[in-house]
């Protein structure tokens, strides 16, 4: 009877690749995760401040035509100041007590921001970019921002 010498399988060195496979596939989505949610942040910030901004240019635009251009500028370049580009901007402003009439007296403007996140999603985990919506909303009363002429 032949003794056949068995040998032990060496496993030096597995644990190295082992942990780098696993970092990989561990560490790819969880950054992916985080750049996320640094997007939306940043998304978050640009929003509030351009409903701010937007609520101001609409304050100090002599007419609601004119607020309104001034008011959907604004956001767009708060925006963009904040390095939130290309992407679809809805500015709705509403007024208490005079619906229509937002420049006179004691008029409360109320301005509301809508936009949208693209969220940096590969190409090999669907193909569609999805989308986080935004929203911020800035109240401020018309005489505010307004000069006080005569008196």
Same mark, same amino acid.
């Given at each position: ?18 942990? %780098? ?27 509030? $401040?351009? /409903?701010? $901004? ?11 035509? /004119? ?6 500028? /604004?956001?767009?370049? /708060? ?7 290309? %992407? ?15 420049? $006179? ?5 109320? %301005?509301?921001?809508? =936009? ?16 986080? $919506?935004?929203?911020? =909303?800035? =109240? ?12």
């Amino acid at each position: 009877m032949t003794r056949r010498a068995y040998r032990t399988r060496d496993d030096r060195g597995s644990a190295v690749v082992e942990m %780098v496979w696993l970092g990989f596939l561990l560490l790819v989505p969880l950054t992916w995760v985080v750049v996320s949610v640094f997007d939306v942040q940043r998304g978050a910030f640009a929003t509030t $401040s351009a /409903a701010r $901004s937007a609520a101001r240019a609409y304050a100090l635009a002599p007419t609601d035509a /004119a607020g309104a251009r001034a008011a959907t500028e /604004a956001a767009r370049q /708060a925006l963009a100041d904040q390095g939130v580009r290309d %992407v679809p901007v809805e500015v709705a402003v509403s007024c208490t007590p005079y619906p229509r009439q937002c420049h $006179s007296g004691t008029s409360v403007i109320t %301005v509301r921001v809508d =936009t949208a996140v693209d969220l940096r999603l590969p190409d090999v985990l669907g193909g569609g970019r999805p989308t986080f $919506s935004l929203d911020a =909303t800035h =109240t401020v009363p018309i005489g505010q921002y307004q000069e006080v002429t005569g008196g």
